[in-house]
């Protein structure tokens, strides 16, 4: 998901976990640290909590049990897409990236990422194959699946008292006022759009289902308190009481929830949206090899299960035996990704702008 997770739940436990949880991984070769010690990578993580999270759930294993060390670059999807493209695959200025499907899908289109020889990865049989299919382009491979994230209704359990059951909710006149809404061009917002569209009977390539979700989300203007472009903003309207209801990440409610906010999620019944968060290797890279061994230690589930509980976001490896309370909330699982609702990016990327001006001239 773009963008750091500013507040995470419990999150000094799940430092404490990641350090001592995170042991060795076996990544089927025993002179790991002989042949990667004094190398150097660099890799992307989101600023914020989540990034130093990362760094404790994956970078400090993978330090210690290689002698290689991973310089970390803090931010967020645009600025390393912008600077891939501006390497144009030569020498480029990260080995291993993060990214949305925003992202990846024109990094991998325009050759900036380098395709993956999955047999080579100790954990891939054990990553999730719709979240892993996400990250393949033209039949080939490109990245391996971090976390995802469900979109669906964050809202205020002190001003709605029934929970909203689905994204329709979100239109009921006793919340005109008190809706935050945030816009196409950052990710909850798109994928709310995509959801309205997908519940009306549509598709994102269907310009019918898209003119009749517009008209839709029309019927907003006048009841919108805030429109959020960062996750930071969203927090905010939320819990000063701007708004009490808005579409986003299940992670995020969670953790504002765990932190004290008055904070309830529903998983919409005609469908959460995906938000998946998954790594890729830069096409150009002279560190493959030392990447790929990064990658094992990413998606290892002694790794990857600390970070997820840490975060609120389900895990790429489907392995994992959660904690009582993540499983509890969290709905994660190969039929749950099966139902999900994802972003077309194929067909939304290229009318973003398009799309965007639209939305602007309802809401000014």
């Given amino acids: 998901m773009k963008g750091g997770v500013t507040r995470l739940a419990g999150l000094g436990m799940a430092l404490a976990l990641a350090v001592t949880a995170c042991g060795s991984v076996d990544t089927g070769n025993t002179s790991d640290k002989g042949s990667a010690a004094k190398q150097e990578l660099t890799v992307t993580a989101f600023a914020g909590a989540w990034g130093e999270l990362f760094k404790k759930s994956f970078v400090e294993p993978f330090e210690r049990d290689t002698g290689a060390k991973v310089n970390l670059v803090y931010g967020a999807n645009a600025e390393w897409l912008t600077k891939l493209r501006a390497a144009g695959g030569k020498n480029p200025p990260f080995d291993v990236i993060a990214f949305t499907p925003d992202a990846s899908l024109p990094a991998?289109?325009?050759?900036?990422?380098?395709?993956?020889?999955?047999?080579?990865?100790?954990?891939?049989?054990?990553?999730?194959?719709?979240?892993?299919?996400?990250?393949?382009?033209?039949?080939?491979?490109?990245?391996?699946?971090?976390?995802?994230?469900?979109?669906?209704?964050?809202?205020?359990?002190?001003?709605?008292?029934?929970?909203?059951?689905?994204?329709?909710?979100?239109?009921d006149k006793q919340y005109c006022g008190h809706v935050a809404l945030p816009p196409l061009t950052y990710n909850p917002g798109l994928?709310?759009?995509?959801?309205?569209?997908?519940?009306?009977?549509?598709?994102?390539?269907?310009?019918?289902?898209?003119?009749?979700?517009?008209?839709?989300?029309?019927?907003?203007?006048?009841?919108?308190?805030?429109?959020?472009?960062?996750?930071?903003?969203?927090?905010?309207?939320?819990?000063?009481?701007?708004?009490?209801?808005m579409p986003f990440w299940d992670g995020r409610a969670f953790a504002m929830a765990q932190a004290g906010s008055p904070i309830g999620f529903t998983y919409p019944k005609s469908g959460p949206v995906g938000a998946l968060t998954s790594y890729f290797i830069a096409a150009g890279t002279q560190k493959s090899d030392l990447a790929n061994k990064f990658l094992d230690y990413l998606t290892a589930a002694q790794n990857q299960q600390p970070f997820a509980e840490g975060t609120w976001y389900a895990a790429g490896n489907d392995s994992i035996s959660y904690g009582q309370p993540f499983e509890q909330k969290v709905k994660h699982g190969p039929e749950v990704f099966k139902k999900f609702i994802w972003v077309d990016y194929a067909v939304a990327t290229p009318k973003l702008n398009e799309w965007q001006q639209r939305w602007n001239q309802i809401f000014g």
């Fill in 108 to 171: 991998a289109s325009a050759g900036l990422l380098q395709p993956l020889t999955t047999g080579n990865l100790a954990h891939w049989k054990e990553l999730d194959p719709v979240l892993a299919g996400k990250s393949a382009y033209d039949g080939k491979q490109y990245g391996v699946p971090l976390t995802t994230g469900s979109t669906g209704l964050l809202y205020r359990t002190d001003k709605i008292k029934t929970p909203p059951t689905d994204w329709t909710d979100i239109f």
């Fill in 191 to 245: 994928e709310f759009f995509s959801a309205l569209v997908t519940s009306q009977g549509g598709t994102l390539s269907d310009p019918a289902a898209v003119d009749k979700a517009f008209g839709k989300l029309a019927t907003l203007k006048g009841c919108t308190s805030s429109f959020p472009a960062n996750a930071g903003n969203a927090a905010t309207v939320m819990e000063n009481g701007d708004a009490w209801i």
